[in-house]
């Protein structure tokens, strides 16, 4: 019998019915069938994650309806994360009325009494439908980050009303473009006031209410552990510019500080603060004004700022004149006084040619200010050459990046080691893009490559083929389509990159964005990231519909046994025609979301000297089954990929002896002695080491099934 049958189906919201069912055990999977059993408490002990760890897949086939999807938490030993799937770009079928209410259900229960979620996402689609559930369960939560994305959605009162209960809350994160009631900064202000553990809050959004700002930039002000604060987009109102200086200048625990903003009176206002802060070590500015009273104010900063690391101006709104280079220059002088900077970003327009020649003499004597970032791109030609040419010319190249080389005309830069990224795409000639490619083999500093390719242009694609299959360098291949008028034409052009892609091994991420190809191309990019085991993650967006199916189809074909890729975005419509789509994207969904699950759990093995029997289990399978997750698990885990091999054998061999094996799979509490047979046969413990050695080849610490006793809600 279904055991999802008897459950109702009348019309309304998600939250319906989150409060009706005492118990959720016994419905079955939508996509697997599978019976769902749901003990309804959290087991989490101080040494053992919850049950439900070990359960993520049907847990996940169930919330896939709410669009919601339970992650493990990198190096967090047994939390959680419930994060949105519903801000991919990809349109799915509309689950049925019953499927949504299982799904907000569970969503209900989690969040009210499962004390291992530690972080939430929400999207609008969830503001959408769960928003009463969402204000029922969140005062019982224990998260520790929660993200908020309204958008063009409005800021309900009632979640507003939900923020000041949310003590736990080690991060914040709240994006939204629409209209900002006051409720919302009165209801920060009052989190920041009782919260003992807020340390990092971030928005992005249009102007707050002045009065509620103020209120907010007040209790700021009086916070001693914010230590992370980000404020993008017109946030805060000019009116309230006096306040933010006061909290920047006064602030007494912040260390790292976002800020964009379009009015030059706020960001002068900023500024001051900034330069008379004693705690900021990390100053974003992500658009700068560039009026001359802000160039000032930074050249003080520079020159008068004593705490400062890293500074980053990413770009400017208004074109650089020569009265501006004057300004700029200020810096300049500033940088010969400074002691301080370790970082330093700025774009390449600020300095003229003599300035820059400048710049690195002052580079070339500052041994603490070890890397230089200078933002590129293509608007001024010959200045960036001169600035390359200058830079490298100097010795100074190794302290500098320039991040993505922008080729248009010509690509006389493409060989300059301060350019790690190539943009082949727009208005550069097909001639120009196959150069470029023929000559990557050259350049090992390259490291992304972002092309558009002309459709049935052999030159390119075979040039591109050629690279791929020889670069032992390139990390990062992003692939777009051209619009073609006649679709009359052969398929080599495609061919020849696809069996490039077969014989690559060192591209990491892999995007593709392609418009009316034919199912056969579209499955071929499905079949060699199926095939590879060194793509790490994929995204890949069709605007038709018809392809895009066959793409998910195929790929959801071989991805259970492809357990290298860790993350994918899908973008296009398949909420059309297609009963089987969002089965499809779910088996997608959770395969990269197991595979990233279990560098997720074995990253925790560095954190603690302690045997945990979660993480050592996943550590184990990566050592043993998927080496090639090794360097991954490295950047995950803060080592280096030469440390962690060694420092993996080394956790595991304390896993190696039987007694150690039966003690961390709870077998035994101290050791095994076995009860001897009256016939004098060999028994477990008689074993020596190299027998046990033997044996334990073929096991693995998951083979002991875990005992877990749950209890009831209350």
Known sequence: MDGNADLPLEEGALTSYAGQWADLEGITGCFTAAVFKYPCSCSETHDRPCHIVRHLAAFNEVLFFARMQLREIPGARGQLALVSVADSGMHLPEPQDVQSKLGACLLHRLLKFHQCIAVLSVTPFHFENC?????????????????LQF???????SICATIPSLTSLEELECSFFGVCCAEFPNALAALVRTSPSLVVLGFHGTSMEEHATNNLLSCLMQSDILKELTLRGSLVPETCREELRKYLMFAPSLTSFIFTADSEKTETAVLEGILHNKTLSKVVITTF????????????IIGENTIISSLVIRSIYEDVSVIHNTAYETWIEALEKNEALEELSIPYQIWNPQQWTRFHDVLSSKHHLKKVYVFSDSTNHNLLTHVCHTLEDSGVHDKVSCGVYFAEDNIDLLKCKMFS?????GDVHEDVKTAALLQLPDCVHVTSLVLEIPRDNLAVSSALAEYVQSTSVLRELEVSMGFADDFDFSDEWWRVIMESLARNNSLKELVFYVDSMSDRDVESIADAVNASRNIRK????????TSLRAFVSRLSLGITDNHTLLDIVLEGRLDQGWPDASKKVFAIYEATRRNMGLLAVAAAFTKTTELDRYSSAALERICKLHGELLEDLAELADVSAAEIG???????????SLDEYMRITSV???????HPRDDGRMQLDDLNEDCWEMVRRYLMLDDVEEDVAHTECR
Request: overall charge positive; glycine content about 8%.
């Open 131 to 147: 928003t009463s559930l969402l204000c029922d369960v969140l005062p019982y939560s224990r998260l520790k980050k929660l993200r």
């Open 151 to 157: 958008w063009c959605c409005p800021i309900r009162e």
């Open 289 to 300: 004004t560039g009026g001359i009273e802000s160039i000032q104010l930074v050249a003080r």
């Open 421 to 425: 990224g190539l943009f082949l795409v």
């Open 538 to 545: 994929l995204t890949f967006g069709d605007s038709t519909v």
């Open 646 to 656: 060694g420092l993996a054998r080394g956790h595991l061999k304390r896993t190696a």
């Open 668 to 674: 035994v509490k101290e050791r095994v002695v076995c």
